[in-house]
């Protein structure tokens, strides 16, 4: 199995509740794609290091995944660039 590591940043002027379910919306994602999540973490507000999308602070956010393929990655890389209230995101594929 390959690991990935995801991490994505989130709008700050949502609500606490929004911001959760953004996170519970992706993580559900990665478990329907049939990633196992071997550790997932909320980072909380942090600064950013320059202006994205007019926003200086936002909510962080992490995963670290194992899965048999890119399927998985892919799909979030596509649902991360169409969500609107996520701001940032990367994907990087741990060492073999």
């Known amino acids: ?7 994505f940043i989130v709008k700050p002027d949502l609500e606490e509740g929004a911001i959760k379910s953004v996170f519970e919306s992706i993580k559900t994602m990665l478990e ?21 999308k007019k926003y200086k602070t936002g909510y962080y956010f992490y995963f670290l995944i194992e899965a048999e ?5 892919k799909e979030f890389d596509r649902v991360a660039l169409i969500n609107e209230n996520i701001i940032r995101h990367i994907v990087v594929k741990v060492g073999e």
């Open 1 to 7: 199995m390959k690991k990935y590591e995801l991490m």
């Open 32 to 52: 329907e794609q049939k990633a196992n999540i071997v550790e997932s973490k909320e980072m909380g507000q942090r600064e950013l290091a320059y202006e994205v």
């Open 69 to 73: 393929d890119s399927k998985a990655v």
